[in-house]
């Protein structure tokens, strides 16, 4: 059994969409990062980065003790190839496949987030954030654009086959109305995007949880800066004594 330690952001969908696609029974174990569960003793022992998504394969292939892993490309990679599935087993197609998930983990994933983050930020408390939304604006366009240019000659990101390669990236492409994007402008990307929101997998991928989050709209000042004290300004964590 796979157990996800999981909450419904673009991070942990990416993971979702594949076991849906796979077709496997999984354990979506929530972990309620604006509550700091993330810390916690017991998913530190999974996670040592303090995020989710993290895995425990309880039945791993190798007939072993329960196997964890973090990092949404390093869970995909392996349910993929236990499963036999969504990743190609010749050298260049494998390896196409790998550059791109590491392009999402090292290029969309993060540049996209921070676009997310300083739109989000009150600039009436911390200032004038023009810069970094114009820097992360900008980033994200080039981002969309990269998509945009190999879906031009690619049916899918990584050649003619549906991969884990697609499935890290749709998730980060659904708010592109708020990362001030026109999906219009790349009518390649939007091609793949349309058929990837119609497949049903991946609406049952990006709906696990979608019950779990709370309107922070409704929640007083107080428990807002208590939220965003757990979110946001980490610095390094202690050695456990």
């Known amino acids: 059994m796979i157990d996800l330690h999981y909450w ?10 594949l076991l849906e696609e796979l077709g496997i029974p ?21 996670n040592p980065n303090h995020r989710m998504p993290a895995m ?32 190609p087993t010749d050298t260049r197609g494998r390896h196409a ?4 998930v590491n392009w999402q983990m090292a290029n969309q994933g993060p540049k996209l987030g921070e676009c997310g983050h300083f739109l989000r930020v009150d ?11 114009r820097r992360f604006t900008d980033e994200a366009n080039r981002i969309y654009g990269v998509l945009n240019n190999v879906l031009y000659r690619n049916k899918y990101i990584a050649g003619d086959d549906y991969t884990i390669a697609d499935m890290i990236c ?15 402008e790349f009518k390649h990307m939007k091609r793949w995007f349309e058929e990837l929101s119609d497949r049903p997998a991946v609406q049952k991928g990006m709906a ?3 019950d779990w989050s709370v309107d922070q709209s409704t929640l007083s000042d107080e428990e807002r800066a208590r939220i965003r004290s757990i ?6 964590m202690p050695v456990p004594d």
């Open 8 to 17: 419904p952001t673009p991070n942990g969908k990416k993971v979702t969409i």
């Open 26 to 46: 999984y354990n979506a174990v929530p972990c309620k990062i604006s509550q700091g569960d993330q810390f916690k003793p017991e998913f530190l022992q999974i």
């Open 56 to 87: 425990v394969d309880t039945e791993p292939a190798d007939g072993g003790a329960p196997l964890s892993l973090f990092e949404s490309g390093a869970i995909m990679f392996y349910l993929a190839e236990k499963h036999g599935k969504f990743l």
């Open 97 to 100: 496949v790998n550059q791109w």
């Open 123 to 133: 600039q009436e408390k911390e200032g004038d954030q023009a810069y970094a939304i």
């Open 170 to 184: 749709y998730p980060w492409c659904v708010n592109w109305e708020f990362q001030r994007q026109d999906i219009n």
């Open 208 to 210: 696990v949880g979608k």
């Open 231 to 236: 979110m946001y300004n980490q610095r390094a």
